[in-house]
């Protein structure tokens, strides 16, 4: 592991690289290629900024709307990723059986998509929250 630069540092570089020296020069379907890589290190830089975070506030949202209960997450990213692939799992088959027809677990999923949407948003591109 490096002290410096960080990643987020090196994926600063790359991208300021590619928008102030090699963007400005380019033309059609490389000008457009360009852009898309320099989109996606600013999408790797919020993932890997929120990553984590997002993770652990979706398991534990998972956890309450599935009624699992009350514990501390995984500890390990990896498995923290695989617990939350895991309980969205879980959610989608019960969504399948019918659960979510009827209220108050149709609203509480409806109010967890949002939320979900939401943050994949903000990594992806946060100028479709608005604001």
């Given at each position: 592991?490096?002290?410096?630069?960080?990643?987020?540092?090196?994926l600063a570089a790359v991208r300021?690289?590619?928008?102030?020296?090699?963007?400005?020069?380019?033309?059609?379907?490389?000008?457009?290629?360009?852009?898309?890589a320099s989109n996606v290190l600013a999408i790797v830089g919020r993932e890997l900024a929120t990553e984590e975070t997002a993770l652990v506030d979706e398991w534990q949202a998972l956890s309450r709307?599935?009624?699992?209960?009350?514990g501390e997450p995984p500890a390990r990213?990896?498995?923290?990723?695989?617990?939350?692939?895991?309980?969205?799992?879980e959610l989608a088959e019960r969504i399948r059986r019918g659960?979510?027809?009827?209220?108050?677990?149709?609203?509480?999923?409806?109010?967890?998509?949002?939320?979900?949407?939401?943050?994949k948003l903000r990594v992806a591109n946060p100028r479709y929250l608005g604001g």
């Open positions: 592991m490096q002290d410096r630069p960080t990643v987020q540092e090196l300021g690289f590619l928008d102030d020296d090699v963007i400005p020069g380019l033309e059609g379907r490389r000008r457009f290629h360009a852009l898309v709307l599935l009624g699992h209960p009350a990213l990896d498995a923290l990723r695989a617990a939350v692939r895991a309980a969205s799992e659960d979510a027809d009827g209220e108050p677990f149709a609203s509480a999923v409806r109010a967890h998509a949002r939320e979900v949407v939401r943050e």
